[in-house]
């Protein structure tokens, strides 16, 4: 884990290589995959780097594979994935791959283009021949059945329209008058039916007759290979200037015109009906055999597009590396980048194999820059389970380099606080079940979606919060809102057989042992006596509130810890003294005073506390309770109460009248009870800021004068936060400056005119800045301590709302229905069933996730986590290759 804490160390190197060996140490370096190079040409645009040419070819490649894949596509082949991209890996480099790429895949791309346009040219000729043939039957559908019937129709239509069309079929037949009504055939587009219609009749200003027949089947597009439906249309006209008008609105709308013979020459139709069907039939076999084999060919190549294309890129990642080199001497590159340190060696390794494997004459180096360097990249060792917090971290903000990895400790928090806002047994056994089911199913070879890859990379956080979930459960004691008696409840009523109606009735519960006592208390988690008391809610709500309080403080304190390990780690004295110290001081007397408060409340026996200053009859029933615990559980140590009637526990002799609790309590801790009487926490930390030096009733003694000792240590600390660290630093600025000038003076006859008061204005100017800055951060420090803390009460509203819901579903659906029948018990189940998976196993999940997560980005990471850090991106084939297949 320690390696976790804090990113790996890495170094700032320089690589020279001979030209002619360049390509392959880059090959065996994007295999380690351990270095990170920088462009020492960031002046040149893309068109102007040294393998230019070579990438162009990668991407030429790349465009071929890509019509592959296309052509795939289009038959719904898959593109089948035959090795992992560490069996490709382990491969030994091929020498002129792309030379060989090259002519094989401008063999594959000619042959497909070829069958291609084949195949387009043959699915036209058999598209004319299909409409032709839906032509000539439309149209003698149409001579046959709407002709007769429209010269016979006359009955509720129009005289002179009836009139009309009978002339008009007449004259078509050759019927009287001296000219005869011409026609144009043809096949529109479906969706383009209504609009040409009306075009047709606005042009020619109603004069034609236009009818439309649906074509059942339907007819591929020659260039995409996608189905389209159209419609035979006959058009009746009679002037020249219509038939114009009438072509060019067929030009317009793409339609396909066809002569036919007259209908009237039933043998040329027949002729011509018989010769389109055989061709018909002769193109639909020879389309069907190109078909077949653009089939074949695609299916042969999508076994192999996976491994071309890897091919591919990883030699256009290698030309794209290369690019970023400097060619200082002819003949030779150089190039520098960050690697890992403790991977050097195994790159210098690297680079003398190749170097050996080659010709070259120049030596080929690997050395350490000198320093100073550039800002070191972020890097973290990670493995399948700390992945997703390191990813949950870094979506935030990259840690700075050697910065304390906020991750490690999210791996550890973030579940638990989930658990506490999710505690239920039941719904968190749910959710740790899912997580051991993506655990079992996880395939690491198979490739996933954005979202499914996301869920199966969270397999193991997803687990941690269910089983998170089911120790809160525990802990509250909820199984679907209902309470356990796993280990037997320490309380009971004593007409237990009254069951529920003790507990409508009020009455109240007794201990099976005395108070405080080991048999008394329940093993672990709440006691189930508790889900069934009336004051349920108001003791789980100080309870979880309480727990809130403590685990946020608890988490923030620790974000101040970080703080100044960093500062130590980093050597900034500054940082350590005039930050983080103030900020542990103003935190610990505040807040971790709060805290300890808390668990001292908690701690106390305030039975016995209370017992010790009442008034009791001397050997009356509870003279001599087991409940006294003070003193040594001893009662009247001194033996005062011997001749007295009544007495208190610790042996003051007293009126049960006339004795108050602070006269009685034996603990002399001052204010109104003595210590004698449990505090109301809330008004206990209102009053340390607002009334100085006064408790009302103190846990231990002296509580007001430490009070106020804290008290001061919280303000004094605010202004050693905010003006400390300006002063020191201007003040280091100035003896700077100072030191600077005095060497100038030395080095120089006559100084300049006028530098002191330049050199006061910059340092005027630079305090101001680093004052704001500091005033920027004590504010945001000392009210995010405040607004924080109240923010961390969100863990105690979800944990109460998601019981409460739970009761809710429990009550409504469940046990208004049991009772009845078998029916109404089983809808009542599938109703509870349902709106527990929806709203308690996916949206409460949800929302406590991301309340988590705010919690973690916000109230923890803000104490310490700067987050500007650059993450280390290796030149490593099998990231690129990755990459690559999840873009497809």
């Known amino acids: 884990m320690a390696s976790w804490f804090r990113s790996s160390p890495m170094s700032y190197v320089s690589l020279i290589l001979h030209e002619s060996c360049s390509h392959d140490t880059l090959t065996e370096l994007g295999k380690l995959g351990i270095v990170s190079f920088t462009d020492l040409n960031p002046e040149l645009t893309p068109f102007q780097r040294r393998y230019v040419t070579s ?60 069958l291609n346009n084949f195949n387009e040219k043959l699915t036209r000729e058999y598209n004319e021949k299909v409409e032709l043939q839906e032509v000539l039957l439309k149209s003698q559908l149409f001579y046959d059945t709407d002709a007769p019937r429209l010269m016979t129709s006359s009955i509720g239509s129009n005289p002179s329209e009836s009139a009309g069309r009978e002339s008009l079929l007449k004259m078509e037949h050759g019927g009287e008058g001296d000219m005869r009504f011409s026609s144009i055939t043809g096949v529109v587009d479906s969706g383009e039916k209504l609009r040409f219609e009306r075009m047709v009749f606005r042009s020619t200003r109603g004069n034609c007759y236009l009818r439309f027949a649906e074509i059942e089947q339907d007819i591929s597009d020659p260039e995409t290979g996608s189905p389209s439906h159209k419609h035979v249309f006959i058009i009746f006209y009679k002037s020249t200037s219509i038939e114009t008008k009438v072509k060019k609105i067929c030009d317009a709308f793409s339609a396909h015109r066809y002569s036919i013979p007259s209908m009237d020459d039933l043998k040329s139709v027949q002729d011509m009906l018989e010769r389109n069907r055989v061709e018909l039939e002769d193109s639909h076999r020879v389309l069907m055999k190109n078909q077949d084999t653009r089939f074949r060919m695609c299916q042969m190549l999508s076994g192999s597009i996976e491994e071309w294309k890897w091919k591919v890129v990883k030699e256009k990642s290698v030309y794209h590396s290369l690019n970023m080199f400097k060619s200082d001497v002819s003949g030779m590159l150089r190039g520098e980048g960050w690697i890992i340190a403790e991977q050097l060696g195994a790159a210098r390794e690297a680079v003398e194999v190749t170097h050996k494997s080659s010709d070259a004459s120049m030596p080929s180096l690997l050395q350490v820059m000198p320093q100073p360097w550039p800002q070191p990249p972020t890097h973290f060792d990670t493995n399948e389970f700390t992945y997703a917090y390191q990813e949950f971290v870094n979506t935030y903000g990259v840690p700075r380099y050697r910065e304390a990895n906020p991750a490690l400790f999210t791996a550890a928090t973030f579940p638990f606080l989930f658990g506490v806002m999710y505690g239920d047994i039941g719904h968190g056994s749910c959710l740790a079940a899912g997580g051991l089911y993506l655990m079992m199913t996880y395939d690491r070879d198979k490739r996933y979606d954005e979202m499914v890859g996301g869920l199966f990379q969270a397999r193991y956080m997803i687990t941690a919060m269910g089983c998170m979930g089911v120790y809160s459960g525990l802990i509250y004691n909820d199984f679907f809102s209902l309470g ?83 500062a130590l780690y980093f050597n900034e004295k500054l940082d350590f003294f005039f930050e983080f110290l103030p900020m542990v001081a103003f935190s610990a007397s505040l807040f971790i005073y709060m805290v300890i408060l808390i668990i001292m409340k908690w701690s106390i026996n305030w039975q016995s506390r209370m017992l010790s200053a009442t008034c009791l009859e001397v050997n009356g029933v509870s003279w001599g309770s087991a409940s006294y615990q003070e003193n040594g559980g001893v009662w009247d140590p001194n033996g005062n109460c011997a001749n007295e009637q009544y007495c208190s526990p610790g042996g003051i002799a007293c009126d049960i009248d006339d004795h108050t609790t602070a006269e009685l309590c034996p603990l002399d801790f001052g204010g109104s009870g003595d210590g004698c009487q449990p505090p109301n926490l809330i008004t206990l930390l209102i009053n340390i800021a607002l009334q100085p030096g006064t408790v009302d009733e103190p846990l231990y003694a002296n509580q007001p004068a430490i009070q106020n000792l804290l008290l001061l240590v919280a303000f004094v600390s605010v202004p ?169």
């Not at 890509?66 to 052509?71: D, K, L, M, N, Q």
């Open 55 to 114: 990438v162009k070819r990668c991407d030429e490649l790349e465009r071929k594979l890509r019509f592959f894949t296309s052509e795939c596509d289009r038959f719904s082949l898959p593109i089948s994935q035959t090795q992992t991209t560490s069996t490709f890996l382990s491969r030994p480099s091929e020498t002129g791959i792309l030379t060989s790429l090259e002519t094989e895949l401008e063999g594959y791309e000619t042959q497909l283009k070829e």
């Open 484 to 566: 356990l008696n796993l280990f037997t409840s320490r309380w009971y009523y004593l007409n237990e057989e009254e069951g529920a109606e003790a507990i409508e009735n009020g009455q109240n519960a007794t201990q099976t042992s005395d108070f405080g006592t080991s048999e008394s208390i329940y093993p672990m988690g709440m006691d189930p006596a508790w889900h069934v008391s009336s004051n349920e809610l108001l003791f789980f709500n100080s309870f979880k509130m309480k727990l809130s309080v403590i685990l946020g403080i608890a988490q923030m304190f620790m974000g101040t810890c970080l703080k100044g390990a960093n």
């Open 720 to 888: 050693i936060l905010l003006c400390a660290k300006p002063y020191f630093l201007s003040k280091q600025g100035h003896d700077n400056a100072a030191h600077a000038h005095g060497d100038s003076s030395t080095n120089s006859d006559t100084p300049l005119e006028g530098g002191d008061h330049g050199d006061g204005d910059h340092e005027e100017h630079s305090f101001g800045e680093i004052f704001i800055h500091q005033a920027i951060e004590t504010i945001e420090f000392v009210l995010g301590m405040v607004s924080n803390t109240a923010s961390y009460l969100r863990l105690w509203a979800l944990s109460l709302a998601h019981s409460k819901l739970a009761g809710v579903f429990w009550e409504k659906a469940m046990l208004s229905t049991i009772n009845m029948n078998f029916f109404a018990a089983f809808i009542g189940f599938a109703v509870f069933a349902a709106v527990t998976t929806g709203v308690l196993l996916m949206m409460d999940v949800l929302e406590c996730f991301l309340h988590a997560l705010r919690l973690h980005w916000v109230e923890f990471q803000n104490k310490f986590f700067k987050a500007d850090g650059v993450r280390f991106v290796p030149f490593s084939f099998k990231q690129i290759l990755t990459d690559a297949s999840a873009a497809v």
